[in-house]
T-cell receptor, first 111, second 114 residues
C-alpha cells in the first residue's frame, strides 16, 4: 500500500490561499490521489480526486507533478469554515485494495 | 437520495457485552467500508464488503470482530465481548464502485465501553 506523508498541522488566515502537500513516493501506476475533509464529530467528505497534472472543481484544485510522487491540495481564499482535518489518500481503481487514511493535516483558519 | 445512515449514533456498552453497529449505504451503492477512529487520530480501515462478500478484512482484528453485508438489509459490524480499548468512533462509507471511487461517509457511531 502506498503510504502518504502530510504536515501534521497548518495555520492560515481568512482570505488566504492554502496549499497542503502530500508525499506518496511509492505510488503505483494504477493509483489515484484523493483528498477528504473531516470536521469534528463528522465523517470525512470527498473533496477532489486526480491522476496526473491538474484537477479543479468548485471547492479546490489538485496539482500533481509528472512523477506523481507528491500532490498539492490548493484551497483558494479559505474561510473559518474550512478549519478541518484534510486527508490525502492513494488507491487503485480495481477496488480490491483498501484506502489508507494517514493522520491528516489539521488546518486552523484564523479570522 | 438519502446519505449513508448509521445507527445508533451513540452506543454505550459494559465490558464483556456485544456491540452491533449498523450501516445503510446510499441507494445504489453495493460497496461498504468500515473504519475506526480514535480521538485525535486518522481513520483506520477495518473491512471492505461488497454485497454478501468480504473483499478485504485486513484491518479487522482477528478476534471478537466480524462484519457482514447481507443481500437484504444493512451492513453490520459486530464486536463481541467489548473491552475499553474498543471505545472509538466507527465510520461506515459506501461507494457505487470500487475502493478508489469516491466514498460517502456516514455520521459515525460513537462506542463507549465502560
Amino acid at each position: 500500500l502506498a503510504k502518504t506523508t502530510q504536515p501534521i498541522s497548518m495555520d492560515s488566515y481568512e482570505g488566504q490561499e492554502v496549499n497542503i502537500t502530500c508525499s506518496h513516493n511509492n505510488i503505483a501506476t494504477n493509483d489515484y490521489i484523493t483528498w477528504y475533509q473531516q470536521f469534528p464529530s463528522q465523517g470525512p467528505r470527498f473533496i477532489i480526486q486526480g491522476y496526473k497534472t491538474k484537477v479543479t472543481n468548485e471547492v479546490a484544485s489538485l496539482f500533481i507533478p509528472a512523477d506523481r510522487k507528491s500532490s498539492t491540495l490548493s484551497l483558494p481564499r479559505v474561510s473559518l469554515s474550512d478549519t478541518a482535518v484534510y486527508y490525502c489518500l492513494v488507491g487503485d481503481e480495481t477496488g480490491r485494495r483498501a484506502l489508507t487514511f494517514g493522520s491528516g493535516t489539521r488546518l486552523q483558519v484564523q479570522p | 437520495n438519502a446519505g449513508v445512515m448509521q445507527n445508533p449514533r451513540h452506543l454505550v456498552r459494559r465490558r464483556g457485552q456485544e456491540a452491533r453497529l449498523r450501516c445503510s449505504p446510499m441507494k445504489g451503492h453495493s460497496h461498504v467500508y468500515w473504519y475506526r477512529q480514535l480521538p485525535e487520530e486518522g481513520l483506520k480501515f477495518m473491512v471492505y464488503l461488497q454485497k454478501e462478500n468480504i473483499i478485504d478484512e485486513s484491518g479487522m482484528p482477528k478476534e471478537r470482530f466480524s462484519a457482514e453485508f447481507p443481500k437484504e438489509g444493512p451492513s453490520i459490524l459486530r464486536i463481541q465481548q467489548v473491552v475499553r480499548g474498543d471505545s472509538a468512533a466507527y465510520f461506515c462509507a459506501s461507494s457505487p464502485r470500487g475502493a478508489n471511487n469516491e466514498q460517502f461517509f456516514g455520521p459515525g457511531t460513537r462506542l463507549t465501553v465502560l
